[in-house]
């Protein structure tokens, strides 16, 4: 009989309470699987293949011979994109919780763009960044060049664009203070119902919100590849 990394587990005798608890999450995660399998179309095999694991190990996961840990239940619920909780009743109560995001920082300003060599000491923080916390700020890697000077006066070569691999910083329209988004042409990414992709739009104003729009956010930060 193998665990999950493919070792052989100690024999221990488990105590009724424990036993019974075993049990219940073997029961939850057979229900689970059941139906998931078939929504999957997937096997035990395949499964297992992409966990990481022997088909042994899944089975004895199934069958309620080996006990799941939080660690397991976590990585086969989010395998058949249930919550934990539908494993494990218990799982929440079992996880230390997580401290709150904490609020984005002001810089530490050190330098004027028309002085290099006098120092200074200033804290700034921009104000689309004031009243939010870091869990605020949505990031979102970009997968093909962006171009943020459509002008066809201009050539290809001469467009101004942001690389493939650099990430986004993004925060949604309804957080912005008007003020900032009217200040100057602003990179805006629209979620819609109708298309699996960003629409990516680079303007003077945000793109009008239609029955299909479910999001629209502006980028207040970039990183570049």
């Not at 763009?113 to 870091?134: M, N, Q, R, T, W």
């Not at 203070?177 to 699996?196: C, G, T, W």
Request: proline share 6%.
């Amino acid at each position: 009989m193998e665990t999950e990394d493919g070792a052989t587990p100690r024999v221990v005798k488990l105590e009724p309470k424990t036993r019974t608890t075993l049990q219940a999450k073997a029961l939850n995660f057979r229900r689970l699987w059941k139906q998931r399998k078939q929504e999957l179309d997937i096997t035990q095999k395949t499964a297992a293949e992409r966990l990481g694991m022997t088909q042994g190990a899944f089975s004895q996961y199934l069958n309620g011979h080996t006990e799941m840990n939080e660690k397991a239940v976590l990585k086969l619920a989010k395998f058949l994109n249930v919550r934990p909780e539908e494993i494990d009743s218990s799982f929440k109560d079992k996880l230390v919780p997580a401290l709150t995001p904490s609020p984005v920082d002001a810089v530490e300003i050190t330098f004027l763009s028309s002085d290099a060599k006098s120092s200074i000491k200033k804290k700034y923080l921009p104000e689309v960044f004031k009243g939010h916390d870091a869990s605020t700020i949505t990031w979102i890697e970009v997968d093909q060049d962006i171009s943020v000077l459509n002008n066809p006066a201009i050539s290809s070569k001469e467009q101004r664009s942001i690389p493939k691999g650099s990430v986004l910083g993004c925060i949604d329209l309804d957080d912005i203070p008007y003020s900032y988004l009217s200040s100057a042409p602003r990179i805006y990414l629209e979620k819609s119902s109708k298309r699996k992709s960003y629409n990516i739009s680079f303007s003077l104003s945000p793109p009008h919100h239609t029955a299909a729009t479910l999001q629209i956010l502006t980028v207040v930060s970039i990183l570049f590849s």
